[in-house]
Every structure is written in C-alpha cells, then in structure tokens.
C-alpha cells in the first residue's frame, strides 16, 4: 500500500502519518519526489489502516499496490530516480557509457585502458577483481589487489568505477575501493548478498539472471531497496535460450519493459548480452533507442591475445570511440544527453598533469 501525499504536504505533516503509520505496527518508506511525496507501507496491515489514512490531513489518495515488488515499482515512485555519482547523473534523459575489460589483469593494463575509455568519452571503468567463472579452472581475478589498481586508474583518469562483488563478506572492501558495485547474473538471486547491499549506500548494479523473468529481477531489486539502500540500477545483459549462436539473447523488450514497471534507471549490456564483438555496436545502438539510460561494454588493448576473460566479446579501443561518437549522434534523437567532448577534454586536463 502507498500513501500519495497533496503537493503542498508539510514535513511536520508527512512526521504524523509515518507515526500514523508505525503505530498500527508496519514500517513507513518516504519517497520524495518533486511534485509529492508518496509513504510506502512495509509489512502487513489491518485493513482499516487504509481508511484511517485516507482521513489525515494531507492525504491525496491511498493506494494498494498488488505487485510482489514495491518500492521498485513507478507505482510507488512515479518519477524516473536519477542516483548522482560524483556529479556524474545515472537516470532520466543521461546516457551514461561504462567501459573496460572483463577482469583487471594488472596496473599498465587497466591504466592504459581507463585512459582509453576516458579519452573516447566514458564516464565509469568497468573491471572485474573477482570473477565469477562457469568452470573452477579458468581465470578468477587477481582479488583485492585488483580493486586497488582499479581505483588507482580511474581517479587518475577521472573515471567512477564498477567491479562485481560476489560474496556478502567482501561487499565492505569493494565499496571501499569502487564506486558501484555489480552483482553478476549468477548472483541475482544470492539473498544473502542482496540483503548485505541494502545495508549500504553504495549504488549497485543488478544484472539480471540469465533464466530470470522480469518480476524476478524486480523482486531481486526490492532486497537491496528495502534494506535501505536507494541506489540501485537494472542491468539487462542477456537470457538463454535455445538459439546457440550468440552467447545469450539480449532481451532489448526488457528495457522498455523494466522503465514502465520500475523507476530504476535500466543499463544495457551488449557485450554478455551476445558474446560476440561483431554484435555489441549494433546491440549497443539498438539500446540506446529502446531507451537504454547507460551502456556497459567491455574493451580491451588486445583482447584477441592476452585478455584473460571474454575477449572475444570485447571491442579494440578504436572500435569504442567510434561507438561512442556514433553514439553522441543517436542520443538526441531519442532524447538523451551525451556529450564525448566534455569527457575528452577532461581526459586532455588529467593528461596534461
Ligand atoms: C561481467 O560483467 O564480466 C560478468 C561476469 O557479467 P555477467 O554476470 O552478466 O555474466
Ligand atoms: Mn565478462
């Protein structure tokens, strides 16, 4: 149930229906938003709770919402959430462009590479420090070490950094070393690790499990929202199915899909979302004009060579730049802001240092 306030509501007024609300014996979850201000009711309530609200000065409107999720859902924050990473907005009309390789390999390698995604206009590193391997024998991550090198590049680069945090024990070191943490599609549904998100204010990446439906990834959401934790974004990076060709099928309906059901902010990931370089431009265009709010792509300096993880996926540097060029172009047309000059000369201002 969502209590929906009159635009005018004071702070001393919204303080009397939260205790209004508590005193029945359920939790009380204030969304502010610019128009008005809307009271998530958490846990079961008496079923003259709605009525009794209803009452109450400065109520509009109380309203049930029957979907398993709420606080992810537009219903209960009917404005798109816009999480502000140091100054870099994530959300609404921006389209944020996260690149790097699948995992850190050592410091010349994501130096060099930070340096290359800052130059071609990105806004965030990607890099994974500890990865999540279908097979015990293939490259896990070079661990803490990794986490380290990665925040020593991007702030010499002027990048926010993503790494993937798969265990609710390491979730403190990774939110002490990166920016936002990603939550692997292997791990969409690990409970324990959701929870443990929802207990922080580090802005999470949430990538949808490969088998997972879209009430799924939404309820997966609503662990780390309840918990505490509003900062959460919605990552489609690809579904099984039968068709063995590409590694996953990018499931492009899920982005319109997820912004009409959700208020998060939804992110593409053509990379997994197909596991071929030839793919992730056209599938990373095709995002962007499903309405797409940001882009994590993997690039790598020799990715056919020494990449210790998906480099067959992962583009050259210059095939990143032109992406992002090309990229600049479509954005206006469906209503989004990107602008590669203002990070280039940010990447110009660092280098000269
Ligand atoms: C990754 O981003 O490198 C990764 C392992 O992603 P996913 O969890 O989507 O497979
Ligand atoms: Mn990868």
């Known amino acids: 149930?969502?209590?929906?306030?009159?635009?005018?509501?004071?702070?001393?007024?919204?303080?009397?229906?939260?205790?209004?609300?508590?005193?029945?014996?359920?939790?009380?979850?204030?969304?502010?938003?610019t128009d008005r201000t809307v009271i998530g009711i958490i846990g079961k309530a008496e079923p003259t709770l709605a009525e009794h609200l209803r009452q109450l000065k400065g109520v509009e409107?109380?309203?049930?919402?029957?979907?398993?999720?709420?606080?992810?859902?537009?219903?209960?924050?009917?404005?798109?959430?816009?999480?502000?990473?140091?100054?870099v907005k994530i959300g609404g009309s921006n389209?944020?462009?996260?690149?790097?390789?699948?995992?850190?390999?050592?410091?010349?390698?994501?130096?060099?590479?930070?340096?290359?995604?800052?130059?071609?206009?990105?806004q965030v590193l990607r890099g994974g420090a500890f990865k999540p391997r279908t097979g015990p024998y293939s490259f896990q991550g070079v661990g803490v070490e990794g986490l380290e090198m990665m925040r020593k590049a991007g702030e010499k680069h002027g990048l926010l950094t993503i790494t993937e945090v798969m265990t609710p024990e390491y979730v403190d070191i990774c939110a002490e070393h990166a920016d936002i943490l990603q939550?692997?599609?292997?791990?969409?549904?690990?409970f324990d690790l959701l929870r443990k998100l929802g207990t922080i204010q580090t802005p999470v990446l949430l990538?949808?499990?490969?088998?997972?439906?879209?009430?799924?990834?939404?309820n997966a959401a609503e662990y780390i929202l309840a918990g505490g934790n509003p900062n959460v974004m919605l990552c489609e990076r690809g579904i099984r199915t039968f068709e063995t060709?590409?590694?996953?099928?990018?499931?492009?309906?899920?982005?319109?899909?997820?912004?009409?059901?959700?208020?998060?902010?939804?992110?593409?990931?053509?990379?997994?979302?197909?596991?071929?370089?030839?793919?992730?431009?056209p599938m990373a265009k095709a995002s962007v004009a499903a309405g797409a709010n940001g882009l994590i792509i993997e690039m790598h300096t020799d990715p056919d060579n020494s990449a210790t993880g998906d480099g067959v996926q992962s583009l050259f540097p210059d095939q990143f730049a032109q992406l992002l060029k090309d990229l600049e172009k479509l954005a206006p047309i469906v209503g989004k802001n990107f602008d590669t000059k203002k990070e280039e000369a940010e990447a110009f201002a660092v280098w000269q240092r």
Do not use: W
């Not at 635009?7 to 009380?28: F, L, Q």
């Not at 390789?101 to 130059?119: S, T, W, Y």
């Open 95 to 122: 389209l944020v462009i996260m690149g790097g390789p699948c995992a850190v390999e050592n410091e010349e390698q994501i130096d060099e590479i930070a340096r290359l995604v800052k130059a071609a206009g990105g």
């Open 207 to 218: 990538k949808r499990g490969f088998s997972s439906t879209y009430d799924e990834f939404l």
């Open 183 to 190: 939550v692997g599609t292997r791990n969409m549904q690990n």
């Open 245 to 281: 060709y590409t590694r996953n099928t990018l499931d492009l309906t899920a982005i319109p899909v997820l912004q009409g059901l959700s208020h998060l902010p939804v992110i593409s990931d053509p990379s997994h979302g197909t596991g071929r370089r030839e793919l992730v431009e």
């Open 1 to 33: 149930m969502i209590v929906i306030t009159q635009p005018t509501i004071t702070d001393e007024r919204i303080a009397e229906i939260v205790s209004h609300i508590e005193r029945a014996g359920v939790a009380a979850h204030v969304s502010r938003g």
């Open 61 to 87: 409107n109380v309203v049930k919402i029957s979907k398993s999720y709420k606080l992810a859902s537009r219903d209960f924050h009917p404005e798109d959430t816009i999480i502000d990473i140091k100054g």
